[in-house]
Every structure is written in structure tokens, then in C-alpha cells.
């Protein structure tokens, strides 16, 4: 694994960012992992169509996930070719299959990863991202703790919804209207034996830009990852 390194005081912990590169098939993706000294689980980010691991939404939630303790990947799903081809042609941003099976590729190298393989996992998803991430979840059951989806489009996870076995959240902004029909529909698909809860944010749409919004999505998944991932290695 390539890598550089910079470490960082914060309030709470020693924070060690480093830069990562991901071997996937015969491609490598670029990735941001974040471990706070003894971090109690790690959050992989899975960002949506036209994203990356640089998105200033994700980063800002991957910092409060650090201050509480947490570990964050973000990482990119596509490399720079496959993102130039996605630009002119829009295949891959909806091919959730492609998209979960890359997400379950980086699940395994972090499993594999000395630094992480010890920590429990769960999945940020954002957009179709979300989408992705349920598929990968519910095809990897057990592995994957808990997951956050922020304003996602859960829908596009089709039958694999009725599969989910990790506690799932939905985060949708109030204003985002569309999307708070689509997660409805969705979350009724999700097991009844599979803890789950939506919450909706006042005043906020589909990018949670509206002051004080974006922080409210960090609060609810701070909850959440410390219920689901935190508990694991309580029990463990």
C-alpha cells in the first residue's frame, strides 16, 4: 500500500490521515482513511453520481465521525478513466451492481488491512451511493454493522432492500420532496427484524446547504454509528 502520512492533534484524539491507494482488480483507487487513536469501528463513505472522495459534504460528516471516535475511508469509486467515460456516456453512476461490487472490493481490503481489519465496519451513503451501499451490505450480511444514507436514493437497491440485515438509517432533508417519497417507499421494503429508522431534516434539501443542517446529519449519524459499531467491539 502506498501511502503518506500526517498526523494532527484535535481536542479529543491523535488523528492519522493518510492518503491511501485501493488495489481493486487490475485498478487502483485513491482514498482518504482517517483512524482517531482507538478508534471504536470505521465508516466507509460510498459518495453518489459526480462526486469523490474530496466531497466537502462527506468530509465534513468524516470529521465528526473522527471527533466522536470513528475511523472514515473515503474513497473513489471510479478512477479517473472510468469517471472520464462516465461524463460522456452516464453508464456507470447508475449501474448499482458495478458500483456495490467495487464497494465490496474496498470492504475486502479493508479487512484485510492491518490497520483496520480489526475494526467493525459500516457504510455512508450518499445518493446513489446509498444504493450501493445496501447492496453490499445485504450481500456481505453480518460484515457490515450499520448504515447511514444522506438524502440517497435507497429505491435503486431493488430487491436486495428486502435482504438488509444491518440497521439502516435514512437522513432526507425536508424540503427534498421527491426523495422523501422514494425513501418511504423504500423503507417499507426494509425487514421488520432489521432495526431502522428515517429521519427528516427540518428546512433542509437535497444537498442539506440550509445553515445548520449539515451538522444535524452529523448528529443523527453520530447516534447511530455509536449505537451499531460501537456496541460490536463493547460486546466484543
Same mark, same amino acid.
Given at each position: 500500500?502506498?501511502?503518506?502520512?500526517?498526523?494532527?492533534? =484535535?481536542?479529543?484524539h491523535?488523528?492519522?490521515? /493518510?492518503? %491511501?491507494?485501493?488495489?481493486?482488480?487490475?485498478?487502483? *483507487? $485513491?482514498?482518504? &482513511?482517517?483512524?482517531?487513536?482507538?478508534?471504536?469501528?470505521?465508516v466507509?463513505?460510498?459518495?453518489?453520481?459526480? =462526486?469523490?472522495?474530496?466531497?466537502?459534504r462527506? /468530509?465534513? %460528516?468524516?470529521?465528526?465521525?473522527?471527533?466522536?471516535? *470513528? $475511523?472514515?475511508? &473515503?474513497?473513489?469509486?471510479?478512477?479517473?478513466?472510468?469517471?472520464?467515460?462516465?461524463i460522456?456516456?452516464?453508464?456507470?453512476?447508475?449501474?448499482i451492481?458495478?458500483?456495490?461490487?467495487?464497494v465490496?472490493?474496498?470492504?475486502?481490503?479493508?479487512?484485510?488491512?492491518? &490497520?483496520?481489519?480489526?475494526?467493525?465496519?459500516?457504510?455512508?451513503?450518499?445518493?446513489?451511493?446509498?444504493?450501493?451501499?445496501?447492496?453490499?451490505?445485504?450481500?456481505?450480511?453480518?460484515?457490515?454493522?450499520?448504515?447511514?444514507s444522506r438524502?440517497?436514493?435507497?429505491? &435503486?437497491a431493488?430487491?436486495?432492500?428486502?435482504?438488509?440485515?444491518?440497521?439502516?438509517?435514512?437522513?432526507?432533508?425536508?424540503?427534498?420532496?421527491?426523495?422523501i417519497?422514494?425513501?418511504?417507499q423504500?423503507?417499507?421494503?426494509?425487514?421488520?427484524?432489521?432495526?431502522?429508522?428515517?429521519?427528516?431534516?427540518?428546512?433542509?434539501?437535497?444537498?442539506?446547504?440550509?445553515?445548520?443542517?449539515?451538522?444535524?446529519?452529523?448528529?443523527?449519524?453520530?447516534?447511530?454509528?455509536?449505537?451499531?459499531?460501537?456496541?460490536?467491539?463493547?460486546?466484543?
Amino acid at each position: 500500500m502506498r501511502e503518506t502520512a500526517m498526523e494532527r492533534k =484535535s481536542k479529543e484524539h491523535l488523528v492519522v490521515t /493518510r492518503e %491511501v491507494v485501493i488495489p481493486v482488480e487490475n485498478k487502483k *483507487l $485513491a482514498g482518504i &482513511l482517517t483512524i482517531p487513536n482507538e478508534a471504536q469501528g470505521l465508516v466507509v463513505f460510498v459518495h453518489g453520481s459526480g =462526486s469523490s472522495r474530496l466531497s466537502p459534504r462527506n /468530509r465534513f %460528516v468524516a470529521e465528526a465521525l473522527n471527533r466522536a471516535g *470513528l $475511523a472514515t475511508l &473515503l474513497f473513489d469509486l471510479l478512477t479517473t478513466q472510468e469517471e472520464r467515460v462516465d461524463i460522456c456516456t452516464a453508464q456507470l453512476r447508475f449501474d448499482i451492481d458495478f458500483l456495490a461490487k467495487r464497494v465490496s472490493d474496498v470492504f475486502k481490503w479493508l479487512k484485510r488491512n492491518e &490497520l483496520t481489519k480489526h475494526l467493525p465496519i459500516g457504510y455512508f451513503g450518499a445518493s446513489t451511493g446509498a444504493a450501493a451501499a445496501i447492496v453490499s451490505a445485504a450481500q456481505n450480511p453480518s460484515e457490515i454493522h450499520a448504515i447511514v444514507s444522506r438524502g440517497g436514493r435507497p429505491d &435503486l437497491a431493488g430487491y436486495f432492500l428486502q435482504r438488509t440485515e444491518s440497521p439502516t438509517l435514512f437522513i432526507v432533508g425536508q424540503n427534498d420532496h421527491e426523495v422523501i417519497e422514494l425513501n418511504k417507499q423504500a423503507f417499507i421494503y426494509l425487514p421488520e427484524s432489521t432495526p431502522k429508522s428515517m429521519a427528516i431534516v427540518p428546512r433542509a434539501t437535497h444537498l442539506f446547504e440550509e445553515p445548520g443542517t449539515l451538522e444535524s446529519v452529523c448528529d443523527l449519524a453520530c447516534g447511530w454509528f455509536a449505537t451499531y459499531l460501537k456496541r460490536t467491539v463493547n460486546a466484543a
